[in-house]
């Protein structure tokens, strides 16, 4: 079992950065791989990165590449989402999810363990 707990959300102008994190509990955390996804008021929850287990490879949405950027600390037990030129598009709820697969995947049906979620909100 993997307990998440997102962190780091907050409110930011547009075109500024935020960094959130995501803490895993339990010493099989290196064997998960983790993504992000969010929803916006609205909307579907959509994938919006992740990270394999050993942070080799990487994957993310295109509405998101080349400004966010996905790491993981398995040390610590922590995944991080570093969010860049953040546009008002991006505010929705970030959440972080465990997947038992060596490699992230973009459907949510491939996750085992989900976080609470984290309000992130760009403001114009």
């Known amino acids: 079992q993997v307990q998440l707990v997102e962190s780091g959300g907050g409110l930011v102008q547009t075109g500024g950065s935020l960094r959130l994190s995501c803490a895993g509990s339990?010493?099989?955390?290196?064997?998960?791989?983790m993504g992000w996804f969010r929803q916006a008021p609205g909307k579907e929850r959509e994938f919006v990165g992740g990270i394999g287990w050993s942070g080799g490879i990487t994957d993310y949405a295109d509405s998101v590449k080349g400004r966010f950027t996905i790491s993981r600390d398995n040390a610590k037990n922590t995944v991080y989402l570093q969010m860049n030129s953040l546009n008002p598009e991006d505010t929705a709820v970030y959440y972080c999810?465990?997947?038992?697969?060596?490699?992230?995947?973009?459907?949510?049906?491939?996750?085992?363990?989900w976080g609470q979620g984290t309000q992130v909100t760009v403001s114009s």
């Open positions: 339990g010493r099989t955390f290196s064997a998960y791989a």
């Open positions: 999810a465990a997947s038992p697969r060596p490699r992230a995947p973009t459907a949510e049906r491939n996750y085992l363990y």
